[in-house]
């Protein structure tokens, strides 16, 4: 039997790629307009002259340090969500006592907490810690608020491993932390690509966090740093797109690298 195309769904496709196009397109050819050409012509027109000065005004001033501070923000979040969440995951998925059913609920209960209801108590502590305008005021809290969801899908990439290889191992006289390091992780590399994914972009992308804790310049991350091209009585239009196009590069890359891992990961987060 043959299938009749879906041409409502092509058509929807076609209207999708269309809207999520043209943003970045005006981001693209934005940058590389003079800021002349940019009031004359519009936001949508090709540049009737190509410059690069918009990426060596970005290039030349602050934003390669914030770029150095966002990525080792994101770092840092990586590593506290990976160190947490891929044994919390496993004593979850092989622990059959009522305190591990109850972690696992308190885990999920993070789901429902957005980061704006908590952003005062959360600056108190980090006040008293003695960490404001450090780049771990940005780095906790970011890595707490990714923990959740990395715990959710990490869960269920360890439920998709047979019962039977985790009895071989345990009969063999493999003790729980062997179990982890050598049967798990292998195991489970498309879960933790994909929590580690999630929690760079939650780094790279974070705006409240950095806007909230950390203030002067030295501290300053990606997203705070697009205001530097932002003036009380207007804005270089040019430039920041330009700033805008460069913070994307170094995320984009990271998620074409490890895109068949997330999906992977994904597909698996509900677990059998």
């Given at each position: 039997m043959r299938t009749r195309p879906n041409y409502t769904a092509a058509v929807m496709t076609f209207i999708w790629l269309i809207i999520i196009s043209v943003p970045l397109y005006a981001v693209v050819v934005t940058a590389f307009k003079p800021q002349a050409g940019y009031i004359t012509d519009g936001p949508l027109s090709l540049p009737s002259s190509f410059t690069l000065d918009n990426i060596v005004t970005v290039l030349s001033g602050d934003f390669p340090r914030y770029v150095l501070n966002t990525l080792v923000v994101t770092a840092m979040t990586v590593a506290i969500v990976m160190v947490?969440?891929?044994?919390?995951?496993?004593?979850v998925v092989r622990g059959q006592s009522w305190l591990t059913s109850s972690v696992f609920r308190l885990f999920?209960?993070?789901?429902?907490?957005?980061?704006?209801?908590?952003?005062?108590?959360?600056?108190?502590?980090?006040?008293?810690?003695?960490?404001?305008?450090?780049?771990?005021?940005?780095?906790?809290?970011?890595?707490?608020?990714?923990?959740?969801v990395s715990v959710l899908v990490l869960t269920g990439a360890m439920r998709?491993?047979?019962?039977?290889?985790?009895?071989?191992?345990?009969?063999?006289?493999?003790?729980?932390?062997?179990?982890?390091?050598?049967?798990?992780?292998?195991?489970?590399?498309?879960?933790?690509?994909?929590?580690?994914?999630?929690?760079?972009?939650?780094?790279?992308?974070?705006?409240?966090?950095?806007?909230?804790?950390?203030?002067?310049?030295?501290?300053?991350?990606?997203?705070?740093?697009?205001?530097?091209?932002?003036?009380?009585?207007?804005?270089?239009?040019?430039?920041?797109?330009a700033a805008v196009m460069l913070s994307a590069v170094?995320?984009?890359?990271?998620?074409?690298?490890?895109?068949?891992?997330?999906?992977?990961?994904?597909?698996?987060?509900?677990?059998?």
């Open positions: 947490l969440a891929v044994p919390v995951g496993y004593a999920l209960l993070g789901l429902a907490i957005p980061s704006q209801a908590v952003v005062i108590p959360l600056f108190l502590l980090i006040n008293q810690l003695g960490l404001y305008d450090t780049l771990w005021a940005v780095a906790l809290p970011t890595a707490a608020f990714a923990l959740p998709d491993i047979s019962n039977e290889l985790y009895e071989a191992m345990a009969l063999d006289g493999a003790s729980p932390g062997r179990i982890l390091t050598t049967l798990v992780i292998p195991l489970s590399k498309s879960g933790i690509a994909t929590i580690g994914v999630f929690a760079a972009l939650q780094a790279w992308n974070g705006f409240l966090f950095p806007l909230i804790f950390t203030q002067s310049s030295s501290a300053k991350l990606v997203t705070t740093g697009l205001y530097d091209y932002i003036a009380q009585y207007g804005a270089n239009v040019p430039a920041l797109m170094p995320i984009l890359l990271v998620y074409l690298f490890a895109r068949r891992a997330l999906v992977a990961g994904l597909m698996g987060a509900g677990g059998k």
